[in-house]
C-alpha cells in the first residue's frame, strides 16, 4: 500500500471514526509506505471525534515507513479509550523525517491507550526512538 493522503494509511484500515469501532483478527502482510503522517501496519489514524477503538489478535508482518508518527499497529490516534490486546508486529517501522520522526512498535502516544499482551520484535529506525510498545513526547 502506498499513498499520499494527509493523514491516515493503514495496512488494513486507513482512517477511523466511528465510535466502539473494533478491529480483530487481521493480518497486514504488505508494505505500508506513505509521504503522509499517520501510518501504522494495521490502522493509520484514529480521529479525535471516535472513541473505544478496539484492536485485537492482529498482527503486522509488512514493512511500515513514513516521515512521522509510525507504528506496527496503530500510527497515529487523537482517540480516547483505545484498547490493543494480544497484536504483534513483526516488520520493519521506518520514520523517515531528518529533523521530527517519531516512531514504535505497537501505538502512539495517548495517556488513556491500554496495551496488554502485545509485542515488537520488527526492527524500529527513527531520528527519535521510543519504547518498542509505545512512544511519549518528551515535551509534554
Known amino acids: 500500500i502506498s499513498n499520499e493522503a494527509t493523514n491516515g494509511i493503514g495496512g488494513i484500515v486507513g482512517y477511523v471514526e466511528n465510535n466502539n469501532a473494533t478491529i480483530t483478527g487481521c493480518v497486514n502482510m ?6 503522509e503522517t499517520g501510518v501504522g501496519g494495521i490502522v493509520g489514524y484514529s480521529d479525535e471525534d471516535s472513541s473505544n477503538l478496539t484492536i485485537s489478535k492482529c498482527i ?7 516521515p512521522n508518527i509510525v507504528s506496527g499497529i496503530l500510527g497515529q490516534s487523537s482517540t480516547t ?24 512498535g505497537i501505538t502512539t502516544p ?31
Not at 490493543?84 to 521530527?100: F, R, V
Open 30 to 35: 504488505g508494505p505500508v509506505i506513505s509521504t
Open 81 to 104: 479509550s483505545v484498547t490493543i490486546s494480544n497484536c504483534m508486529n513483526l516488520g520493519k517501522i521506518s520514520a523517515t523525517d531528518s529533523s521530527n520522526a517519531y516512531a514504535s
Open 110 to 140: 495517548y495517556e488513556t491507550h491500554i496495551v496488554s499482551n502485545s509485542i515488537n520484535v520488527g526492527e524500529i529506525a527513527a531520528k527519535i526512538l521510543f519504547a518498542t510498545l509505545e512512544f511519549r513526547n518528551p515535551k509534554s
Open 60 to 66: 503486522n508482518v509488512g514493512e511500515v515507513s513514513g
